[in-house]
Nanobody, 124 residues
Framework: QVQLVESGGGLVQAGGSLRLSCAAS????????MGWFRQAPGKEREFVAA????????RYADSVKGRFTISRDNAKNTVYLQMNSLKPEDTAVYYC?????????????????WGQGTQVTVSS
């Protein structure tokens, strides 16, 4: 079992920045690839970013490429999502997820563990 707890969400003006954190506990964190997803009201959960177990490979949704950066610190059992140049359409609940595979994956069903989510609201 892996427990995931997100933090760092909040209210920010368009063009601003936020950094989300996801702290993991349980099994060996470095054995898991990690991902960030988001879900806006009335919409399906969508992929945002993913990172391999080593941190050497990352993937991003086209909508956030160049603005968001995913990273991880295996010594701290934490994965981060740095979000810059935020837009109102980035408003959503952001979820951290872990998968037992080692590569960065983009599909929701590949992830085994999920956090409770943190709200990000971007005002125009």
């Amino acid at each position: 079992q892996v427990q995931l707890v997100e933090s760092g969400g909040g209210l920010v003006q368009a063009g601003g920045s936020l950094r989300l954190s996801c702290a993991a506990s349980g099994r060996t964190f470095s054995s898991y690839a990690m991902g960030w997803f988001r879900q806006a009201p009335g919409k399906e959960r969508e992929f945002v970013a993913a990172i391999s177990w080593s941190g050497g490979s990352t993937r991003y949704a086209d909508s956030v490429k160049g603005r968001f950066t995913i990273s991880r610190d295996n010594a701290k059992n934490t994965v981060y999502l740095q979000m810059n140049s935020l837009k109102p359409e980035d408003t959503a609940v952001y979820y951290c997820a872990a998968t037992g595979g080692v590569v960065a994956v983009t599909t929701t069903r590949r992830y085994d563990y999920w956090g409770q989510g943190t709200q990000v609201t971007v005002s125009s």
